[in-house]
């Protein structure tokens, strides 16, 4: 693992010209923003190519008035004619004229932060196998400065464990699963870049960057960091916004379709990368049956989750214990020396990263369908640990202010800065939900973290927090903060010290299936859910905890 704001280049080496390329077409609202976040670099190493494709309007001054004030770090490029040749066409046309051994892409209607070039470089040399290294993208809608906007930004997930270096063909399927990660927001090797042919021409406008992005990670591997280093503008008038329903569509299919030819060309996809390929097709060739299908599944889910709901609640205990035994009994007796291990006769997970690199993992699934099932709780002030992902996707417009904690400073989303052992200069009954996800167990002073979420939290404000049962123990970034794992047992028992037993509610998710599935680090999407739904008590995956503050001011 590496932790980027802690390296640097060592100053007995040179340090690697950057060229930073920047392709636009009549971008004079935003490109002299872009252009100054390049300029506010912590790493001065660096020339600026801006690649006109065709601009009629005033970007074409701005980016020449800069290439004329700075001629030794801007160049302004063109195609024959000043013609329109699309981006694919401009971004090579810098590729081939980038002097500098490394290469990084920016939007003319997007930002740097400031220390993106200085990380991306050191990983770069801590990491000579890594063709290129790209960290998390922080959707921008503040921009506009309106407060509403501003609650709305979020840093994207990653759909992969990150600060490790991911190998072909695991980021290409993640890519299909989810189109955040591209390499518009990394740092890469110029000659990876001319390796792979550069850009597909014939991507003018959409989904060039993922065509590009896919045939650098089917070839070499990749660093992915948990940083964010790029601000993704969201606004009417950009090319992914203006694509309508139809357009988007198509040009995904004829994505997908280059792809599956592409990999298959070449020998370097798998399996999965194909099944994967295969069900995005039918999804962009059938949007009306997609999107039933997945209403219905979340129905059936809710409703199956209501169902259990009132009967956790209305059922005494002899009847749910029967039911259980029931569920039990019908499962197939194996013959003792009968057993057959298959895939899972080994001494080594299937993935040392929870199932990231393969899909979603099985604790992700409890955690989600636990907030969607609390969502009308997510409302008003909203603190969330780490990002606001959770916050913008459960609230939406329940929620008028999100706050971000982080015990990082350096974290570009983080909003309160705290331990939460440790936070005494956080002001009291100031959130009306506090979403956390997975962090408790790497908290020492449980007792001290608890007493703080509850002193924070307004009258009547609702605590959602969720915590490891049975899991993997992480090797990487969380490694020496892993403190505990909980059951439902001793959750009730830590909250009760600081809530009312009867603002508790403390529930426990998983079985044998589940917990086995999330040891080895098997994803969601190869398991059928409805052995995801089973809970037996005796193998919780992931516990549950939902908490009110009473709703009379406390004193102090």
Same mark, same amino acid.
């Given at each position: 693992?590496?932790?980027?704001?802690?390296?640097?280049?060592?100053?007995?080496?040179?340090?690697?010209?950057?060229?930073?390329? *920047?392709?636009?077409?009549?971008?004079?609202?935003?490109?002299?923003?872009?252009?100054?976040?390049?300029?506010?670099?912590?790493?001065? =190493?660096?020339?600026?190519?801006?690649?006109?494709?065709?601009?009629?309007?005033?970007?074409?001054?701005?980016?020449?008035?800069?290439?004329?004030?700075?001629?030794?770090?801007?160049?302004?490029?063109?195609?024959?004619?000043?013609?329109?040749?699309?981006?694919?066409?401009?971004?090579?046309?810098?590729?081939?004229?980038?002097?500098?051994?490394?290469?990084?892409?920016?939007?003319?209607?997007?930002?740097?932060?400031?220390?993106?070039?200085?990380?991306?470089?050191?990983?770069?040399?801590?990491?000579?196998?890594?063709? *290129?290294?790209?960290?998390?993208?922080?959707?921008?809608?503040?921009?506009?400065?309106?407060?509403?906007? =501003?609650?709305?930004?979020?840093?994207?997930?990653?759909?992969?464990?990150?600060?490790?270096?991911?190998?072909?063909?695991?980021?290409?399927?993640?890519?299909?699963?989810?189109? &955040?990660?591209?390499?518009?927001?990394?740092?890469?090797?110029?000659?990876?870049? #001319?390796?792979?042919?550069?850009?597909?021409? +014939?991507?003018?406008?959409?989904?060039?960057?993922?065509?590009?992005?896919?045939?650098?990670?089917?070839?070499?591997?990749?660093?992915?960091?948990?940083?964010?280093?790029?601000?993704?503008?969201?606004?009417?008038? +950009?090319?992914?916004?203006?694509?309508?329903?139809?357009?988007?569509?198509?040009?995904?299919?004829?994505?997908?379709?280059?792809?599956?030819?592409?990999?298959?060309?070449?020998?370097?996809?798998?399996?999965?990368?194909?099944?994967?390929?295969?069900?995005?097709?039918?999804?962009?060739?059938?949007?009306?049956?997609?999107?039933?299908?997945?209403?219905?599944?979340?129905?059936?889910?809710?409703?199956?989750?209501?169902?259990?709901?009132?009967?956790?609640?209305?059922?005494?205990?002899?009847?749910?214990?029967?039911?259980?035994?029931?569920?039990?009994?019908?499962?197939?007796?194996?013959?003792?020396?009968? &057993?057959?291990?298959?895939?899972?006769?080994?001494?080594?997970?299937?993935?040392?990263?929870?199932?990231?690199?393969?899909?979603?993992?099985?604790?992700?699934?409890?955690?989600?369908?636990?907030?969607?099932?609390?969502?009308?709780?997510?409302?008003?002030?909203?603190?969330?640990?780490?990002?606001?992902?959770?916050?913008?996707?459960?609230?939406?417009?329940?929620?008028?202010?999100?706050?971000?904690?982080?015990?990082?400073?350096?974290?570009?989303?983080?909003?309160?800065?705290?331990?939460?052992?440790?936070?005494?200069?956080?002001?009291?009954?100031?959130?009306?939900?506090?979403?956390?996800?997975?962090?408790? !167990?790497?908290?020492?002073?449980? #007792?001290?973290?608890?007493?703080?979420?509850?002193?924070?939290?307004?009258?009547?404000?609702?605590?959602?927090?969720?915590?490891?049962?049975? +899991?993997?123990?992480?090797?990487?970034?969380?490694?020496?903060?892993?403190?505990?794992?909980?059951?439902?047992?001793?959750?009730?028992?830590?909250?009760?010290?600081?809530? =009312?037993?009867?603002?508790?509610?403390?529930?426990?998710?998983?079985?044998?299936?589940?917990?086995?599935?999330?040891?080895?680090?098997? +994803?969601?999407?190869?398991? !059928?859910?409805?052995?995801?739904?089973?809970?037996?008590?005796?193998?919780?995956?992931?516990?549950? *905890?939902?908490?009110?503050?009473?709703?009379?001011? =406390?004193?102090?």
């Amino acid at each position: 693992m590496v932790s980027a704001h802690k390296l640097h280049i060592d100053e007995s080496q040179s340090r690697p010209l950057v060229s930073a390329i *920047m392709i636009f077409r009549d971008e004079e609202r935003f490109i002299q923003q872009a252009i100054e976040s390049v300029f506010a670099q912590v790493y001065d =190493e660096w020339e600026l190519l801006l690649v006109d494709d065709g601009s009629q309007d005033g970007s074409t001054q701005i980016a020449r008035d800069f290439a004329r004030r700075f001629p030794r770090k801007v160049r302004c490029l063109e195609h024959p004619y000043r013609e329109s040749l699309g981006m694919s066409a401009s971004r090579n046309l810098g590729i081939d004229e980038a002097e500098g051994e490394l290469i990084a892409f920016l939007d003319a209607d997007d930002v740097w932060l400031p220390a993106k070039l200085d990380e991306q470089v050191a990983i770069l040399c801590s990491y000579p196998e890594a063709a *290129m290294v790209y960290g998390a993208t922080q959707y921008w809608y503040g921009w506009t400065g309106d407060a509403k906007d =501003e609650a709305r930004d979020f840093v994207a997930r990653l759909d992969v464990e990150p600060d490790t270096l991911i190998r072909p063909p695991l980021l290409v399927n993640s890519l299909l699963r989810n189109q &955040v990660a591209t390499a518009t927001a990394g740092l890469m090797r110029r000659e990876a870049a #001319r390796q792979v042919g550069g850009y597909e021409n +014939s991507f003018r406008g959409l989904f060039e960057d993922q065509v590009f992005h896919s045939k650098v990670c089917l070839e070499r591997p990749v660093y992915v960091s948990s940083r964010c280093w790029y601000k993704y503008r969201r606004h009417v008038d +950009s090319c992914c916004a203006q694509a309508a329903g139809d357009q988007e569509r198509s040009a995904r299919l004829a994505f997908l379709d280059w792809l599956e030819k592409y990999s298959r060309l070449r020998g370097s996809g798998n399996d999965d990368t194909y099944a994967i390929i295969a069900r995005e097709r039918w999804k962009s060739q059938h949007p009306l049956l997609a999107g039933a299908a997945r209403n219905l599944r979340y129905r059936v889910r809710i409703t199956m989750e209501g169902l259990k709901s009132v009967a956790r609640r209305t059922l005494p205990a002899p009847a749910r214990r029967w039911i259980r035994g029931r569920r039990r009994d019908v499962e197939a007796k194996v013959p003792i020396g009968k &057993v057959k291990f298959g895939d899972l006769d080994r001494l080594t997970p299937v993935s040392r990263v929870f199932g990231f690199d393969r899909g979603t993992p099985v604790d992700r699934y409890y955690i989600e369908n636990f907030l969607e099932r609390n969502a009308r709780d997510i409302r008003g002030r909203v603190l969330e640990v780490g990002d606001n992902s959770y916050t913008m996707r459960f609230g939406n417009e329940q929620v008028s202010q999100s706050e971000v904690l982080h015990v990082d400073a350096s974290n570009p989303q983080a909003t309160v800065i705290a331990d939460l052992a440790h936070a005494d200069h956080v002001p009291s009954n100031s959130f009306d939900c506090i979403i956390l996800t997975q962090t408790l !167990h790497l908290i020492y002073d449980l #007792r001290a973290a608890l007493s703080t979420l509850h002193r924070i939290l307004k009258p009547g404000g609702v605590l959602l927090a969720t915590a490891p049962g049975i +899991s993997q123990i992480d090797k990487y970034e969380w490694a020496h903060t892993w403190y505990w794992s909980f059951t439902e047992l001793s959750a009730k028992r830590l909250f009760s010290e600081s809530f =009312e037993e009867k603002d508790i509610s403390i529930e426990a998710y998983g079985n044998v299936f589940a917990a086995t599935s999330f040891l080895h680090g098997i +994803s969601v999407e190869e398991l !059928h859910t409805d052995r995801l739904d089973y809970d037996d008590p005796a193998y919780p995956v992931t516990i549950a *905890m939902r908490a009110k503050k009473e709703a009379t001011l =406390e004193n102090g």
